[in-house]
Every structure is written in C-alpha cells, then in structure tokens.
C-alpha cells in the first residue's frame, strides 16, 4: 500500500481565492484551480487540519445589545455608549472612564477582578457615584452583576444609595467577558466531521484561545484530529466551504480580520495503483 496526501491552504482573503465572503467574515467558498479527483479505490480516507490562523477579535460588546451603562453623579443622571468591540477587564474600565471624562466629569469608577472566584470588583473614586443596570442594553451580566442599582446593601435588601470614595460593589456572579471558549473551524468537504454533543457539524477543528483579546491565535495541534472521509472515495471535489463559530456553533463576528486554515487529505492505494493520485 501507498499513501497519498493533499495539502489545502484556505484562507478568507479574497485575494487569496475567497469568495461568498459573508458580512462578518466568518464564512467564505473557495475554489479548486486544480479538482480535487479522489480515486474510487482509495482507502482509509482522512481530513487533518494542521494549522489555523485567528485574529482573537470577537466582540463580547455590540452596538444596540450590551453597550450602555446608565449612571448619575451627585444626582444628575447620564450615560454613556461603548464601542463595539472585544474587551478584557482592564480595557472596558479604560473605555468607560475615557466616555465619562467626555461628560467632563472626573474618572469616577474603576473595574479590578477578584482571579479566585473571577468575579468583578467596581471601585468608586467618588462620592456620589450610582450605576443603574435595571436598563436595557447594558452590559451587567458581561461583568456579572444582576439587575440592580449599585452600590447597595446586598440581599436581601437591595437598597441603592450613593457611593463614598473607596467604596466597592462585587459582582452576584461571576464574569463573562470571555463568551468565547474556543472556536470551531467547519468545512462541506467532509459530510460528517468531529463528533460534537451528540451531532455532526461538519466540525474539522477545535482551535483552543490562548491568547489576549486583540492578538492573533497560530495553533498548530501536536497531534491533529483524524478524521475520516471515506465517502470522498470516487467524487471529484471542485472547492468547499469553511466557516467559523464559537462552542456552541454560533457564528462569530472577525470585525474584518481574515482566518485560515491549513488541512490534509490522506489515503491510500494498493501498489499496483500508485500512479492514480490526486
């Protein structure tokens, strides 16, 4: 027996051959220059995805669904919009801090987590400070608190009041700010893929976030997943599909940024076939 392997390059630059971009960025087609001609005797068909690239960029704030926050300062009532975007902890205090000093007003709050329980901590730097987050469209639960006025005495009672400096309110839950776990990369160029929550998704990987928000994840897994493919045995494939979404198989926004994946189709032929390639 003889083994055969093919290595595809997919990419959503359309520079590179995309096309069908969606809106988002996280779906594209790709064309084969070449076709793909799998031999009807091939065996032992498998797809390896060995490479991907992803800008970690995916919002955890967007426009019109958690990008308020509703506040009042020595009882004049304001608030602020934040920008869509992928925040860490830091970042988001930064940025609403930067809206507040818009209204000309002083820094009046800063947002520290607690690591062990991963729990947001808001410091008020001064009096008179009250953070509303009965409104609709803010981002409490992305910092985990519930739907209250702060600061206040806690449960049961619940009752707001005005900051002093150096006061704190601890989140009821623990953050979210990475709504993403990991991401999956899909492809229509197997029927079936990686075995997920009792479905098929067409899932050829699962690329792990080990990397801060706003910086680029170069995974090249030790030891890639193989994936069978024998039904490829005999079609000819003129390109496929790629698409990408979180861990719950949503899809996900790239703000513009391009992804790639690197595979490998790997069979194998009898000796006397040898000269029957892809």
């Not at 630059?13 to 969606?22: C, E, K, T």
């Not at 519930?146 to 449960?155: A, K, L, R, T, W």
């Not at 198989?249 to 040898?274: D, M």
């Amino acid at each position: 027996m003889q083994q055969y392997k093919l290595t595809i390059l997919a990419s959503s630059s359309a520079i590179n051959g995309a096309y069908n971009i969606s809106p988002n960025g996280d779906s594209f087609q790709l064309n084969f220059s070449r076709p793909i001609i799998m031999p009807k005797e091939a065996i032992n068909i498998s797809i390896r995805s060995t490479f991907a690239s992803i800008w970690y960029v995916t919002p955890n704030i967007h426009t019109g669904i958690n990008d308020k926050m509703y506040f009042s300062y020595l009882g004049t009532p304001y608030n602020i919009t934040i920008a869509e975007g992928l925040y860490s902890l830091y970042d988001l205090s930064e940025s609403i801090n930067i809206e507040i000093n818009k209204l000309a007003l002083p820094s009046l709050i800063s947002l520290t987590g607690i690591s062990a329980t991963q729990q947001t901590v808001i410091n008020y730097n001064n009096n008179g400070v009250r953070i509303d987050f009965t409104q609709p469209q803010t981002f409490a639960s992305l910092l985990g608190f519930d739907s209250y006025i702060y600061p206040n005495n806690g449960s049961p009672s619940y009752t707001p009041h005005d900051s002093v400096v150096g006061e704190t309110s601890i989140s009821d839950n623990k953050a979210a700010l990475n709504n993403i776990n990991y991401y999956l990369v899909h492809s229509d160029i197997v029927s079936y893929g990686i075995y997920q929550g009792g479905t098929y998704n067409q899932t050829i990987m699962q690329v792990p976030i080990d990397v801060e928000p706003g910086s680029l994840i170069i995974y090249t897994p030790y030891n890639p997943d193989v994936i069978p493919a024998n039904d490829l045995a005999g079609q000819l494939k003129n390109g496929a599909r790629f698409w990408l979404t979180d861990q719950n198989n949503n899809p996900v926004e790239t703000l513009g940024e391009e992804w790639s994946i690197k595979l490998e189709i790997v069979y194998w032929l009898p000796n006397e076939l040898q000269n029957k390639c892809l």
